[in-house]
């Protein structure tokens, strides 16, 4: 059982930034054999891939819709991941979600078997 602490989420306007956090903890593998990736639901919507790293070598993956504006990033000796968002818009209110699976990437929420319990990004006009 991996625990997943997200931090960082809050109210921010258009145009602004932000950085997520997503500390990892417990379970039996060590932080370089994860995968780490961040969703996002919307109220009414379903969960979507936002973006996952790998461990060691870090292999990353975006959203086509957060593609030039979020970079994840990973510190292992911290055991952390990150999420810089740039340039955000309305459409990216959301919780945020870290998740994790060991070793290969994957865009599918339905394969990371340990969540977070999410930090609110509210993004106004």
């Known amino acids: 059982q991996v625990m997943l602490t997200e931090s960082g989420g809050r109210a921010v306007e258009a145009g602004g930034s932000l950085n997520v956090s997503c500390k990892a903890s417990?379970?039996?593998?060590?932080?370089?054999?994860?995968?780490i990736g961040w969703f996002r639901q919307a109220p009414g919507k379903e969960r979507e891939f936002v973006a996952a790293?790998?461990?060691?070598?870090?292999?990353?993956r975006s959203a086509e819709s957060v593609k030039g504006r979020f970079i994840i990033s990973r510190d292992n000796a911290k055991n952390t991941v990150y999420l810089q968002m740039n340039n955000l818009k309305p459409d990216d209110t959301a919780v945020y979600y870290c998740a994790s699976r060991p070793n290969t990437l994957s865009t599918w929420p339905k394969t990371y078997p340990w969540w977070g319990q999410g930090t609110q990004v509210t993004v106004s006009s």
């Open positions: 790293i790998t461990g060691i070598r870090p292999e990353s």
């Open positions: 417990g379970g039996t593998f060590d932080f370089e054999d994860l995968v």
